[in-house]
């Protein structure tokens, strides 16, 4: 297919919304700045510039970036476009295949060089014995001053990652594998008493809040309802997200539901403060009410816990279901 018409699929997708829907690109099985790819990264983002769209774009490398990558961005004029410089710290060239120095070296480029873009250390996957010690906690702080925002996670430990880890005869970091990432209550601590110690760039949970900070705009994901993600936030940042918190009616959701083909499907269970409860929708369309919303849409079947929101359980106290 080609860039042309990869662009013209997306944004006549059925749930692509203009100026709303958050858009990554080249982010599956490649990475967006390998030079054979660049051309296409270039040619899709001013295929969507020219078109006016003012869409957040999220461009997650750990690869090399240079300052003619930069010119060429800052010459975009409508996308809300940031550049995620993946960085994990981790050594182990069996699980992390690309030398982290390049990704740190990426990041000050990017930074330094930013008019119309933003850029976020994407400090992750953070692992147990594997990458948080002090010396690398004391790394991050180091590199979140090169960078607009930070955002930590965990790691996927999935089934197939821990087969990939026990046929390499790595040290297993969990005993059980999870649907969402992990970050333990303690390593979450270490991460946030390291940055507030020696004074680290402002720091998020969830990748939507800081790149809706670093533009100066309000979590696209409707975060802020989540009460306990936002006690590390900016509180310049936490007003405007107040401001632009309002949960939906019954009928505002019912009525941008009326766009969805299943829409017979959509059971309203409950809708709080903090996100509507639905049952009946699949991730796609759930996505296309939370983003046209601007507030969390969750799905029964799988609840999130309070202070660990999109977290798996590993690693945490039991607690109340959020
Ligand atoms: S106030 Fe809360 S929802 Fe908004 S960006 Fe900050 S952490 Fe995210």
């Not at 040290?171 to 008493?193: N, Q, S």
Request: aromatic share 8%; net charge positive.
């Amino acid at each position: 297919m080609s860039d042309a018409d990869a662009v013209r699929a997306l944004v006549n997708h059925r749930y692509f919304q203009p100026h709303r829907t958050p858009i990554q690109i080249f982010n599956r099985a490649t990475d967006p700045f390998l030079p054979r790819v660049k051309t296409h990264l270039f040619d899709v983002l001013d295929d969507l510039d020219r078109r006016g769209l003012t869409n957040h774009v999220l461009v997650v490398t750990r690869y090399r970036i240079d300052p003619e990558d930069c010119a060429r961005l800052n010459r975009l004029r409508h996308l809300k476009l940031t550049l995620l410089v993946t960085y994990s710290g981790i050594a182990d060239q069996r699980i992390e295949p690309v030398d982290s120095a390049i990704a740190a070296r990426s990041l000050q480029v990017a930074y330094q060089h930013a008019q119309r873009y933003r850029v976020v250390l994407y400090w992750r996957p953070l692992v147990p014995r594997l990458n948080d010690s002090p010396e690398h906690l004391a790394r991050a702080v180091e590199l979140s001053r090169h960078a607009h925002a930070t955002v930590f996670t965990g790691l996927f430990y999935r089934g197939e990652i821990a087969d990939y880890y026990r046929a390499n005869g790595l040290p297993e970091p969990y005993d059980h594998t999870a649907r969402r990432k992990i970050v333990p209550e303690t390593l979450e601590r270490r991460v946030l008493e390291a940055f507030d110690s020696a004074t680290g760039g402002p720091l998020f949970r969830k990748t939507s809040c800081g790149v809706s900070f670093a533009h100066g705009v309000p979590d696209c994901n409707g975060h802020y309802g989540v009460r306990e993600l936002c006690d590390i936030c900016p509180l310049s940042q936490l007003g405007l997200c107040a401001d632009a918190h309002r949960p939906p009616t019954e009928a505002q959701v019912r009525e941008l539901a009326a766009r969805l083909p299943d829409k017979e499907d959509l059971e309203i269970v409950q809708i709080s403060e903090r996100a509507a409860t639905t049952a009946g929708l699949d991730e796609q369309p759930r996505y296309f009410l939370q983003h046209g919303l601007g507030f969390q849409i969750h799905d029964q079947r799988h609840p999130h816990r309070r202070r660990r929101h999109g977290r798996a359980d590993i690693g945490w106290q039991r607690e109340a279901t959020a």
